[in-house]
């Protein structure tokens, strides 16, 4: 006898409301903590990280420089933001997230747009050339000290638990004594503490000397430095160093200047 009875229908499985959700989920959790928790816990990190870090401050500004000037943005078609060079302030998101939480006139304030303005101004004629060697690049580092050598004279970026450590200091040009002074370009030369090797091979002028005040500043700094976990609990003064300015920037490119006119030769000198 045949059998006619309809066999049950298989069960359907509904997977994908499962998948979709999963993906959501997923996609929200990492939105949250990319948008949220990642800026609130760099914020708390650089706050944090302030007393321990040494800085540069620029001298300030007068106030002729006190007013709000609108700045196209590079990548966003008819975006601006607004500068300003007296309080070194800017609306971008960079400056507003981070850069604005260092002191006032911290040259760790200064975003791309700060650093653009400030370039053709009159003000940043009278930093010394180092300094301007130094706002001509970005400033990705936490702690910057300048270090004065026997016959030279360098600025360090570099954070106590990082082995990137980015030397700023004049090139050594044709005419140069082998021990310096350098009067070439200012350069930015980058070491890897650790492994103990200039990237992209090329050591700066003396640079037995700068490895030994590299040396001397990190031992110092990462002595300080406490562990992550205990950032917010010690507390230590580490004030920014001025940077000389107007009567003291004209000494600094007086004396380069005698050294160049002290150095008389048929090579064309590199601008300084
Ligand atoms: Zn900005």
């Not at 850069?99 to 700060?114: Q, V």
């Not at 350098?182 to 200039?198: E, L």
């Not at 430095?225 to 940077?243: A, F, G, H, M, S």
Request: charged letters at 20%; glycine letters at 4%.
């Amino acid at each position: 006898m045949i059998d006619l009875t309809i066999p049950p229908p298989a069960p359907v499985h509904h997977y994908w409301p499962w998948i979709v959700s999963i993906l959501l989920i997923g996609i929200t959790a990492w939105g949250l903590y990319t948008f949220f928790v990642v800026p609130i816990l760099r914020k708390r990190r650089i706050h944090a990280s302030i007393p321990y870090c040494p800085s540069l401050l620029l001298p300030p500004r007068t106030h002729q420089y006190d007013k709000n000037l609108s700045i196209a943005s590079h990548r966003l078609i008819h975006f601006s933001y607004r500068v300003n060079l007296f309080h070194l302030t800017c609306t971008c998101l960079r400056f507003r997230r981070h850069r604005g939480l260092y002191p006032p006139n911290d040259i760790r304030r200064l975003c791309r747009h700060l650093r653009r303005e400030l370039q053709p101004t009159a003000y940043n004629q009278q930093l010394d050339e180092l300094t301007r060697g130094l706002l001509a690049t970005r400033l990705t580092d936490a702690c910057y000290s300048r270090e004065q050598l026997s016959r030279s004279e360098i600025i360090v970026g570099f954070h106590p638990r990082s082995s990137i450590v980015r030397v700023y200091t004049f090139r050594k040009s044709p005419v140069d004594p082998p021990g310096g002074p350098f009067t070439g370009p200012v350069h930015k030369f980058t070491y890897n503490y650790h492994q103990d090797i200039w990237i992209y091979g090329e050591p700066p002028p003396n640079s037995e000397e700068v490895l030994a005040a590299i040396s001397n500043l990190m031992t110092a700094n990462r002595a300080r430095y406490p562990q992550q976990d205990k950032l917010p609990l010690l507390r230590v003064e580490n004030l920014p160093t001025p940077i000389p300015a107007n009567e003291a920037a004209q000494t600094v490119r007086t004396r380069r200047e005698r050294i160049l006119s002290a150095n008389p030769s048929t090579t064309p000198l590199e601008k300084p």
